[in-house]
């Protein structure tokens, strides 16, 4: 090797070690000079636009795949949170109904007639009259006169019976009739419906009868359609008439017509059957 | 629905009372069964009246007449009045729709509100007179039986009930009686 390249040689290997010294000094410390932070600046631009790019690539890769997924399992959990639901509400009812029918047995129990459940099943299309339609008729044993009671207290007259159905003309409407006494007084009188109102009047009520608001007006049992002693309503006003001979009474009702939903028809009560 | 075989167009035609009569009976269903869930307007009006004015005024007398007793009796049925009350009623109501189509024919929606009202106001006078011949006379005159709500919302409810029927009319190709006379009458 000639004299002079071997110098070349040693002066180069000597500025290498050396360069790489200093950068090794440099950057011992994780310090960055001024060249490192442009290229870190320039690198790193390159790289966040291109992370972004492909981050934000994915991501919305990942959050369609994703939200396809999720709204699957949304859809399903709808689907689940209604089925539930209707459930609930399907046991609401059933637990409503067990305990109507468990305070109908009872009532069954206390009322001593012959009494045939029925479940309501229409109101009238008219606004003019207040009857409902049951889902029992001739087939089960129901004649037109026959009285309609509920726990809650009596209900109304058959009017109209088919096969399956008949038509039960309500305290309420004011072609019905239904003798009534007071608990109290014992005062007797007719109770009959008033014109598209929710209460009842009774009339024929003498001025001298002993008459108060909240009394308990019961079934007279005359005629023998309805258990005698069954709860009517109560009195909401007494007035006295324009001739002054009668009082004007009216009667809030036991039964909430627009309410019902099971009545029982009774076929025969404990007067009629004394009679026969 | 327009390319049918003339004998298809006679078949609906044929069976154009019977979706009349289909579509009065869901009415009477839903006013029977939802009565809680209605609002109070749609309780007091008086559902069949669009009915009897379309039939009068869109049908020949006898055709209307025969869909008149047909759907008043099932409204008749429906009810807790006496069996007639009703019928009688709204055959009442048929007959003087048809009266008062010689004045004003129902062609337009302000004619055909206007007949509705008459008819709507009418049947509150016309109601107790009828029921007066079947036993105990009710509903009676008194203020508290016009239901004011149901007596505004009839017409109204009229309305939609008559432009159904014009559909239901060009659904099953039923031509109009009247343009048929009034063609006949100038030829």
């Known amino acids: 090797m000639p004299t002079q390249r071997k110098y070349w040689f040693v002066t180069s290997l000597a500025f290498l070690i050396t360069i790489l010294s200093i950068?090794?000094?440099r950057h011992r410390q994780g310090k960055t000079g001024p060249i490192d932070n442009i290229l870190i600046s320039m690198s790193g631009g390159a790289q966040k636009n291109l992370f972004y790019l492909t981050h934000g690539g994915r991501k919305v890769f990942d959050h369609y795949l994703f939200l396809v997924n999720a709204q699957k399992r949304n859809d399903e959990l709808t689907k689940?949170?209604?089925l539930l639901r209707t459930k609930v509400v399907a046991l609401q009812e059933v637990e409503a109904e067990n305990g109507r029918l468990r305070e109908s047995l009872q009532f069954q129990a206390r009322v001593q007639a012959k009494l045939l459940p029925a479940h309501v099943i229409a109101t009238d299309v008219s606004s003019d009259y207040t009857g409902i339609r049951i889902d029992k008729g001739t087939k089960d044993g129901v004649q037109v006169g026959m009285g309609v009671i509920s726990p809650a207290g009596l209900v109304g007259r058959v009017l109209r019976v088919s096969q399956n159905y008949s038509d039960i003309l309500t305290l309420l409407d004011p072609t019905s009739n239904v003798d009534g006494i007071l608990q109290r007084s014992r005062a007797r009188g007719i109770i009959t419906g008033q014109a598209k109102q929710v209460q009842c009047k009774m009339k024929y009520?003498?001025?001298?009868?002993d008459i108060a608001v909240n009394d308990v007006v019961v079934?007279?049992?005359f005629g023998s359609v309805f258990p005698k002693g069954l709860l009517i309503g109560e009195v909401s006003g007494v007035t006295l008439g324009a001739n002054g001979i009668q009082q004007l009474v009216t009667i809030k009702t036991a039964v909430d017509i627009y309410q019902l939903e099971e009545v029982f028809i009774v076929l025969s009560s404990p007067e009629s059957e004394k009679t026969s | 629905m327009f390319f049918l075989h003339p004998s298809q167009k006679r078949l609906l035609n044929s069976l154009n009372p019977i979706f009349f009569v289909l579509f009065v009976a869901i009415v009477l269903m839903v006013r029977?069964?939802?009565?809680?869930?209605?609002p109070g307007m749609f309780l007091t009006a008086d559902l069949l009246m669009p009915f009897m004015v379309f039939f009068a005024q869109r049908r020949s007398t006898w055709e209307g007449f025969i869909l008149a007793l047909f759907c008043s009796h099932l409204y008749s049925l429906s009810s807790s009045a006496p069996i007639g009350v009703f019928a009688f009623y709204y055959l009442a109501q048929f007959f003087l729709a048809r009266l008062m189509r010689y004045g004003i024919y129902a062609s337009g929606w302000i004619s055909?509100?206007?007949?509705?009202?008459t008819l709507s106001l009418g049947g509150r006078f016309l109601l107790p007179i009828i029921a007066g011949f079947f036993g105990p006379a009710w509903p009676v005159f008194i203020f508290s039986n016009f239901p004011w709500g149901g007596i505004f919302f009839a017409p109204i409810y009229g309305l939609v009930i008559f432009a159904l029927g014009e559909a239901l009319d060009r659904a099953t190709f039923k031509a109009d009686r009247v343009n048929i006379e009034m063609y006949e009458a100038a030829a």
């Not at chain 1, 009520?205 to 009868?209: E, G, I, K, V």
């Not at chain 2, 029977?32 to 209605?38: G, K, M, R, W």
């Not at chain 2, 055909?112 to 009202?117: E, G, H, Q």
């Open chain 1, 205 to 209: 009520l003498d001025r001298l009868d």
């Open chain 1, 219 to 221: 079934s007279s049992g």
């Open chain 2, 32 to 38: 029977s069964t939802a009565a809680s869930v209605l």
């Open chain 1, 80 to 82: 689940e949170i209604d």
């Open chain 1, 23 to 25: 950068y090794v000094h």
């Open chain 2, 112 to 117: 055909t509100l206007l007949v509705l009202f």
